[in-house]
C-alpha cells in the first residue's frame, strides 16, 4: 500500500468498486467512498486525501458534481486538494476545471493507459533517496 488515499464521491456501488480496484491495481492507493457532497466535505476535514474523483451527477441523489466541486475549492483548508471529475463529456470538464479542478476522466476510460498517467502526477509512491 503506498499510502495514497482517494475520496471517491458520488458514484455507485458497482462504480466504485471498479475505480478502487483500478486505483489499488495501480497505485496501491486505498479509496473511501462518500455518497454526496456533506459527507465528502466532513471526510476531507477529518482526514488527508492526495485526490478527490467527483461524479458528474451523484448517484445518490441526482445532484451536480459541479457543485461539489464548486464547494471543495471555495473552503480556504481544502482548497489545495486536487479534484477531477469523472465524465465522458468534455463540457462537464471544461467547467469543472473553471471551478478549479484538474482535467478528469469518464469511466469508459477508466482502464486505459492514458488514465493511469492522467493519476500518476497524485498517486504515484514518492520515492525517497537511501
Known amino acids: 500500500m503506498s ?5 471517491s464521491v458520488g458514484n455507485c456501488a458497482f462504480d466504485n468498486g471498479n475505480i478502487a480496484r483500478f486505483v489499488q491495481e495501480q497505485f496501491g492507493a486505498e ?10 466535505v466532513q471526510q476531507l476535514r477529518s482526514s488527508s486525501f492526495d485526490l478527490v474523483l467527483v461524479n458528474r451527477i451523484l448517484d445518490a441523489d441526482g445532484s451536480s458534481g ?22 465522458n463529456f468534455a463540457d462537464a470538464q471544461d467547467q ?15 482502464n486505459c493507459p492514458e488514465t493511469a498517467e492522467l493519476l500518476r502526477p497524485f498517486l504515484a509512491a514518492v520515492e525517497r533517496a537511501c
Not at 3 to 7: A, C, D, E, P, T
Not at 31 to 40: F, N, S
Not at 96 to 110: E, I, N, Y
Open 3 to 7: 499510502g495514497r488515499r482517494v475520496l
Open 31 to 40: 479509496v473511501v467512498a462518500a455518497a454526496g457532497l456533506d459527507e465528502a
Open 66 to 87: 459541479h457543485e461539489v466541486i464548486r464547494r471543495i475549492k471555495s473552503e480556504p483548508d481544502l482548497q489545495a486538494v486536487p479534484v477531477m471529475l469523472i465524465s
Open 96 to 110: 469543472a476545471v473553471a471551478l478549479g479542478a484538474v482535467r478528469g476522466f469518464g469511466k469508459s476510460a477508466l
